[in-house]
């Protein structure tokens, strides 16, 4: 295999010492890096069984979610004796960021951000550059639009539209979460009848659809090791 | 300096007439019978008022009122200078102090432009303690004439998703000119709201978010009143009519009067009760 092929290739394994290590690229859809993984694992047939595998998925943080799935599929079809990260290696680029950002408390980053308080009316429209705040509630027929993420601190029951034009890692959070319509980046999802509970949710695209969580339950940017800039 | 206007207009506003717009962007909703109800309210706790049509094309307050056979001039005329003021208001003929400009039947909505109505509600502010303008449906250029010299409005709205979404547009238009509107929520039906079919009050204050200033229970005798022109105030144990005249309480001063919400009529012991002749 030479390496202009092994770069393309989303799911690579090799052995390495008494382990096997899997490295990913973590944009592919799940479904696709498990076909992968098990083409692979079963060329190995035999060898697979109680092998020690490492996955990577391409030395990128926050995709604790693949790496804990696919695990689980390593070990439940290939009978893997267990899987594990590679350690994390320390950048010397990364420390310095890091100390700059203690030092000056993130004051080294300028976010655009728009932040209203009160209430978007039925026919009114907001527009944001980037990520848009509201502290009130957006009441149906009321539209809310933004380049980034969404977030309402209150009822959201009009139209959002996050990450536009054609972002869709963003996501549209709201403290009661019922929208007539929910657009992020090209996609567009019709909103769900209401219910009765109050609980903040937020949609975000997974697997090319949009799909709605529990904001707590998800907790989706705890796993976040550093704070960033959105 | 903001103080000084500010106290400027609030002795103005003592002084001279109120202007209050009656909307509600949705058609069909009570705007007009709301309307001839709290001007006859009004007029009834001595304050002199005018009703004004500003439906132009569609005229029918003044059917509501049961004056519709005593027009002579109208609105277009008084502010085109085709007639005084006095001679386009009719007076009713059964409460003193109530009077109505009706609507142009033959023109449409762009024979007047807001500019003009400012003007002419100068006139209207000398002459009446109260003048409540009918407004028509729609946010077009009825709803500009008539929001053009308004002091306050009133936005009626139905216990309906569709009524409180066009209020709710009316509401946000009504801010843009720095209106703060007071709400009625009309044609409530206690039994459909126990029953879950009907929104209540409290899901329609929730979105509109604006002061609650009454609560008109739906009722037979409006379709009465408005076929024979009486006024609904002067129906005697018609609830819809009570719950009106409260309203009019509340807008003349009485801030603190309880709004009462619309129940169903009875529970069965009181049924059972009333038959024996208990209880009443």
Request: with cysteine; net charge neutral; glycine share 8%.
């Amino acid at each position: 295999m030479d390496k202009a092929n092994q770069v393309r290739t989303p799911v690579r394994l090799k052995g390495m010492g008494d382990s096997v290590y899997v490295s990913f690229d973590p944009a592919q859809p799940i479904e696709y890096l498990r076909g992968e993984v098990d083409r692979l694992f079963k060329r190995m047939k035999h060898l697979a069984i109680n092998a020690r595998v490492i996955l990577d998925a391409d030395e990128q943080d926050g995709y604790e979610e693949i790496v804990e799935e696919l695990g689980k599929f390593l070990k439940e079809t290939f009978s893997v004796a267990s899987v594990s990260c590679p350690p994390r290696k320390r950048l010397i680029s990364e420390e310095k960021i890091r100390k700059l950002d203690m030092e000056r408390s993130w004051d080294n980053y300028r976010s655009d951000v728009l932040m209203l308080t009160g209430r978007i009316r039925s026919g009114q429209k907001v527009t944001a550059k980037k990520h848009l705040v509201i502290m009130g509630d957006v009441n149906p027929g009321g539209k809310v639009i933004a380049g980034g993420d969404i977030l309402i601190m209150g009822k959201l029951r009009g139209i959002a539209a996050a990450g536009q034009p054609d972002n869709d890692r963003v996501i549209v959070l709201a403290l009661d979460f019922h929208p007539t319509q929910i657009q992020i980046g090209k996609v567009l999802a019709a909103g769900s009848p209401s219910s009765p509970g109050k609980t903040a949710e937020f949609a975000h695209v997974e697997n090319g659809a949009i799909v709605v969580k529990d904001y707590l339950g998800t907790d989706p940017f705890g796993r976040i090791p550093w704070p960033r800039v959105r | 300096m903001t103080t000084e206007l500010t106290t400027e207009i609030n002795m103005r506003c003592d002084l001279e007439g109120r202007i209050i717009v009656i909307t509600s962007g949705k058609g069909g909703v009570g705007k007009t019978t709301a309307t001839a109800s709290i001007g006859a309210a009004l007029a009834l706790e001595g304050k002199r008022v005018v009703v004004v049509d500003m439906d132009i094309g569609l005229r029918n307050l003044d059917v509501v009122m049961g004056l519709e056979n005593r027009i002579i001039f109208n609105i277009v005329d008084a502010v085109k200078g085709k007639c005084k003021l006095r001679q386009a208001s009719v007076k009713d003929r059964r409460i003193d102090n109530l009077y109505l400009i009706p609507a142009s039947q033959s023109d449409n909505k762009d024979v007047l432009n807001p500019r003009e109505m400012t003007d002419f509600s100068g006139e209207l502010r000398k002459e009446f303690d109260y003048v409540l303008m009918d407004c028509p449906a729609g946010i077009e250029r009825g709803f500009e004439n008539s929001v053009a010299a308004a002091d306050e409005a009133i936005v009626i709205c139905a216990p309906e998703v569709s009524s409180v979404r066009d209020a709710d547009r009316i509401i946000g238009l009504l801010y843009s000119r720095s209106i703060t509107p007071k709400l009625v929520v009309n044609r409530i039906v206690p039994e459909m709201v126990e029953r879950g079919d009907m929104l209540n009050h409290l899901d329609v204050v929730d979105v509109l978010s604006i002061e609650l200033i009454g609560l008109v229970p739906m009722d037979d005798q409006v379709v009465v009143s408005t076929n024979t022109g009486t006024p609904l105030v002067l129906q005697k144990k018609s609830p819809a009519g009570e719950a009106f005249c409260r309203i009019a309480r509340r807008i003349d001063g009485m801030t603190d009067l309880p709004i009462e919400v619309p129940r169903t009529d009875q529970r069965l012991w009181k049924k059972i009760a009333g038959k024996f002749g208990f209880g009443k």
